[in-house]
């Protein structure tokens, strides 16, 4: 669909009394750094032409009224206010309830505009990538130009994806930042506390291919974070032992970036001294922090309920140093146009997603088998939850092979068992995209 459709769906629902506009945020694929970016280690990412985009106006009421273009549901509707209470079972609401929420706090607003939204992410829904950060970003665009302000002059754009992150608390605004601040058929590296993008070339000669699983993964995304803040804690407590009481930690990543400057042999013996063991049980954890484990809990863990055995912090660990190496090799590649190391370490991320982080499924390890017998250099499970589905990199001269295998072998035999019409994004060959924007009508 053209913006203009857009455009005309919005005036048939709304009949709006201002002049209609379309804000637009493209989707986004990581390509390594998956589950680090909360410990303050950086993302590797290409923002892709595919976009959530969306026609709004303002009102003169504090209304907010969404609709989703295709959507069988009715309107959203909540109230502009300091605090927000948006529809908690609508994407779209909570992503457009937070990005209000967020500008009014920094604009200490004392009057809050409502507006119309028409939205439509319908290719990011149907290759299963993640809306989120998109549909945010857009509705965040859309808002700042109702308040009267202007990107680039009351906010720049880093400064925008920072102050977005802030109502996402296990974000360091890597996704945001990419999303604003990448520059045309480029990756984005981002490193987060504070937030910097550096454009890396694509690899010539081959193509992104995000394949959707057609599974929805049980959604451990909470536990991820819990468990690395109480890695931080131990292993600060750790470093205080060894380096000086002075030894303060907000995340893991401070282990290389802050005053102690440790190399990644330096941090991996540091974190086996600090986790000897593959599991670490709550009483243990108490132990080592001389807290009771009542006060772990109210502090990082909450009612995170503890595995058989113990929690598996020295996995997690595992994986947050090994992902961190991964991004840093993994932008030499691309600097390097080396397809062979990169493909190896969309292959290794997988390894260390599935092994150390529990993620994956039948379907999805047939798709990674199934992609690697198809030519891919590499491929791993990504997605908008905890892995729904795959992103592989292709060289352009077996796409066509690639995507006639897949087909076959993956997606024609759920086509049959379910007897329905597949989404024509299921494999989707990523186009690069430009960073968020508003629409030239």
Known sequence: MEYSGLVLKFAEL??????????RAPGLVKLLGEHIECNGLPVLSVPIADDARVAFAPRDDDTVRISEFGASIADLTFHNAARIAPPTKSLVGIACGAALQALNAHFAQTTFPGMDILCDDSVLVDSGLDRSAPLTVACALAYLRVLGRELGKD???LEFASLLAKGHPHSGGADFAALLAGQPDAACKVDVFPLRVESVPLLEGHVIVTCNALVSTPDKSEAGPVLCRLISEMVTKKAQEE?????????LGDLWKGHLCLTDGEVKDLCDRTFPQELTTLD????????????????WLGDLVEPKGGFPLKARVRHQIGEYRRVELGRDALLADDASEFG?????????CVR???QG?????SLITTAREARATGARLSGKGWGECTVNLVPEVHLEHFLQTM???????????QGTVLPDSRMLVVEPGTAADYVKL
């Open 14 to 23: 709304y009949a709006p009394k201002g002049d209609i506009a379309v804000a």
């Open 155 to 157: 906010l720049s754009r």
């Open 243 to 251: 380096f000086g009481d002075e030894i303060a930690l907000d995340r």
């Open 284 to 299: 243990e954890a108490a132990h080592v922090l001389g807290l009771t484990p009542k006060k772990i809990r109210e502090r």
């Open 344 to 352: 190896r370490l969309l292959n290794e991320s997988h390894e260390s």
């Open 356 to 358: 150390d982080c529990f």
């Open 361 to 365: 499924c039948p379907e999805l390890d």
């Open 407 to 417: 087909d076959t072998r993956y997606f024609a035999p759920k086509r049959e068992r």
